[in-house]
């Protein structure tokens, strides 16, 4: 049974940073491409940052320079480190792992919250 779970949101103020984590279970984690999606109310779920198994990094316009993505394979965990948060950045969380010719597994996700 393949699980994402997320951990880490919360109600920060403006310019403060979380971290956010996703420990994978029931998958080859170095097999996946890891990825962190967010969806704010009243809007689509967006891409934030993504890091292939083979090591490639990519990040939303909204976050380059602020977000920082990176996994770790002998915990099966992804991480976002989200430093500078505003109020833009409030959304829940989705941690994603996808891989050529297989489905895509997703997690329950994190609420983050950014107000003053």
């Known amino acids: 049974q393949v699980q994402l779970v997320e951990s880490g949101g919360g109600l920060v103020q403006p310019g403060e940073s979380l971290r956010l984590s996703c420990v994978a279970s029931?998958?080859?984690?170095?097999?996946?491409?890891m990825a962190w999606y967010r969806q704010a109310p009243g809007k689509q779920r967006e891409l934030v940052a993504s890091s292939t198994r083979i090591g490639r990094i990519n990040y939303a316009e909204s976050v380059k320079g602020r977000f920082t993505i990176s996994r770790d394979g002998a915990k099966n965990t992804v991480y976002l480190q989200m430093n500078s948060l505003q109020p833009e950045d409030t959304a829940v969380y989705y941690c994603n792992a996808d891989k050529l010719l297989a489905r895509p597994y997703w997690g329950q996700g994190t609420q983050v919250t950014v107000s003053s």
């Open positions: 029931g998958i080859m984690f170095n097999a996946y491409d």
